[in-house]
Structure formats: structure tokens, C-alpha cells
């Protein structure tokens, strides 16, 4: 099953309306100690790793890729819309996307979006733990 983006629930829809900025998610909801956090991103994030945490990704809108690197292999998934993908916690990853897209995050309240290691942060990646909708 694939999922038209028309289709997608109203208040995603108006909430990805809200904002423009890239690779700066917000908080959608809480569950538990979880935030749903939902972001815009195109092109390169930064390679970087939670130690504490898995993180999950639905794609949304568009293609995500995300390079991994684990025990000095690289290597890359392709996630076409409506793809899921858990990074596990402690792996090095960098997620990008040529074609824009939209995601949604689900990871623990007060995780960075930089992780807990990171290579230098550029200036177009908002290193934080979320904002809140707008
Ligand atoms: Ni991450």
C-alpha cells in the first residue's frame, strides 16, 4: 500500500503547512516519555549517532536516504514514501534527501536531533530537541 499525501490525516496536513524551516522538527504530541515530531528536510543532515535511543522514521512526502555506518561499514537505505525505518541507538547515521521530504520522528522527549556524538553541526541543520507547533 502506498500512501497518497492527500490522504494524509488533517492535522499533519495543516500542522507540515506551519512551517517552512528545514532539518528543525516539531512536536506533534507526546506519548509517554515520546514526542511525535514531524520535519521538513532537503539535502544533507549531519552524521551523527544517539547512544541512548533507537529513532524511528515514517516518510511522509518524498524519498528519505539515510548512510549508516556500522563496524566501518557504510552503507545507505533508500525510503520511498510511506517506508519505515528504525536506526538503531549507537549507530553512526546521516540522513539526506535529494528530492525534499517530509517525516515523522518518534523518540524519546529531550533527544537532540544532532545526537549525543556528532561531526561539526552546518549552519542549515537546527540542532535541537523540537520545537513546539505553532
Ligand atoms: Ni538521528
Known amino acids: ?35 511525535v515530531r514531524i520535519a521538513k528536510v532537503a539535502g544533507d543532515h549531519v552524521w551523527h549517532a544517539h547512544d541512548d535511543t533507537d529513532e524511528f522514521f515514517l516518510v511522509i512526502e518524498g524519498e528519505l536516504t539515510i548512510a549508516l555506518r556500522e563496524a566501518g561499514v557504510e552503507r545507505e537505505v533508500t525510503l520511498p514514501q510511506g517506508s519505515v525505518f528504525v536506526v538503531p541507538r549507537g549507530v553512526d547515521h546521516k540522513p539526506s534527501s535529494r528530492t525534499g521530504a517530509a517525516l515523522l520522528l518518534f523518540e524519546p522527549t529531550g533527544t537532540l536531533t544532532v545526537g ?9 541543520v537546527d540542532a535541537t530537541t523540537g520545537h513546539p507547533l505553532t
Open 1 to 35: 500500500m502506498t500512501t497518497d499525501p492527500t490522504t494524509l490525516p488533517t492535522l499533519l496536513k495543516t500542522a507540515l503547512a506551519g512551517f517552512e524551516a528545514l532539518w528543525s522538527p516539531r512536536i506533534v504530541t507526546r506519548v509517554n516519555d515520546y514526542d
Open 116 to 124: 549525543t556524538r556528532h561531526e561539526p553541526v552546518p549552519a542549515h
